[in-house]
Nanobody, 123 residues
Framework: QVQLVESGGGLVQAGGSLRLSCAAS??????????MGWFRQAPGKEREFVAA??????YYTDSMKDRFTISRDYANNTVYLQMNSLKPEDTAVYYC????????????????WGQGTQVTVSS
């Protein structure tokens, strides 16, 4: 069973930055064979796709790609989400997820999920 562990959330003022990390905590895990993604869910809202890294390329929700950057470290089975110029509307629980192959933006396509990390942006 693959386990994903997120970290890096917290409270930040508007305009600030945070970097989230997601580590695959169980071996063996063919990290390179999975698309690694980030989703978020704000209170009272549906979970929404943020970004993912499939094989060798990243893809994003258009509204976030100018401020958020996803990257992955294959040596350490870790994926990151760098978030800049944060806004209060970015406040949400951020989830890491893994999808075997593919390049979907739909949560249903992702097999494994982390427990989530809270990001709160104050105005």
């Amino acid at each position: 069973q693959v386990q994903l562990v997120e970290s890096g959330g917290g409270l930040v003022q508007a305009g600030g930055s945070l970097r989230l990390s997601c580590a695959a905590s169980e071996r063996p895990f063919t990290f390179g064979g999975y698309t690694m993604g980030w989703f978020r869910q704000a209170p009272g809202k549906e979970r929404e796709f943020v970004a993912a890294w499939s094989w060798t390329y990243p893809y994003y929700t258009d509204s976030m790609k100018d401020r958020f950057t996803i990257s992955r470290d294959y040596a350490n089975n870790t994926v990151y989400l760098q978030m800049n110029s944060l806004k209060p509307e970015d406040t949400a629980v951020y989830y890491c997820a893994a999808q075997r192959g593919g390049s979907s933006k739909y949560a249903e396509a992702f097999e494994y999920w982390g427990q989530g990390t809270q990001v709160t942006v104050s105005s």
